[in-house]
């Protein structure tokens, strides 16, 4: 009982701005036009071409966020305690600025007038300006600037439950560091690698501010087509049923990484 009452403001704010929400979208996806919606989105040449961009964007900003949130979190398993509380401080300190904040901040050192064009062209490197800005590249970089930090804590969340001695272990018996790294810490932190590739996936598939302020027509996301479909064409139903779809594509990610990498063991369950 006590567990119950403790339980319910937190079950009563899920059902208010979580539950209560998605049901009211997906009953606005049907009630006007039933399929058609859904059929419009799936069958539309331009919204396949958003979906497609989407994931493409997602996968891509995750696998740089795994590449440089890795080594970080590696060295902040690894490292002494009083440096480790230094780079801890590093790793959150870009929480502390607003999003739009950030991304307008890669739009100053990105321009054809910011400070990385202006350092190319006076040393020479470039006769122009180069294209880094409204792409998929400025993108991307934006999106893996934001969702590193989540990546890194994630990761060494997960390293910090591996013993160290076990690789310790590995180099006595003639194991080289980077071998003993492989064969042992690797795999170890398997876990750890999947569910960070799963939250900053997730979190990815709904960015809204970054791709509209760093993207151009191409970088189109699902999350700004489904602002452009409410607010200028007015169309409820479509915007409701690209949001259901975007839903189900996360459930889906979600009970793929249930069956093969075991969610509870991934954050921290005990394996049955």
Known sequence: MLAMVLLAPMLLWIVAFFILPT??????????RGLAPYAAILTSPI????LLTTLKICLITTSGSLLLGYPVAY????????????????????????????????????????????????????EGALPLLYNLFSVCLGMVQILLPLTILTLFSAMLRIDLRLVDAAAIHGASRWRAFLTVFLPLSLPGIYAAGLLVFVSAL?????????GGPEQTMIS??????????????????????????????????????RLDRMLGGVAR
């Open 23 to 32: 049901a009211l979208m997906i009953w606005e996806s049907f009630a006007e």
């Open 75 to 126: 060295m902040l398993t690894t490292c002494r305690p009083a440096l480790r509380k230094l780079l801890l401080v590093l790793v959150v300190l870009p929480y502390w600025l607003d999003l739009i904040v950030r991304s307008y901040s890669w739009m100053i050192l990105l321009g054809r007038h910011g400070l990385i064009n202006q350092l190319v062209v006076g040393l020479g490197f470039s």
């Open 224 to 261: 700004q087509t489904i602002m452009v479909i409410a607010s200028d064409l007015l169309d409820w139903p479509l915007a409701s049923a690209a949001g259901a779809l975007l839903l189900v594509v996360t459930t889906c990610l979600l009970l793929v990484y249930s069956r093969f990498f």
């Open 206 to 214: 709904g960015f809204y501010v970054t791709p509209a302020l760093l």
């Open 47 to 50: 919204y396949r071409k958003v």
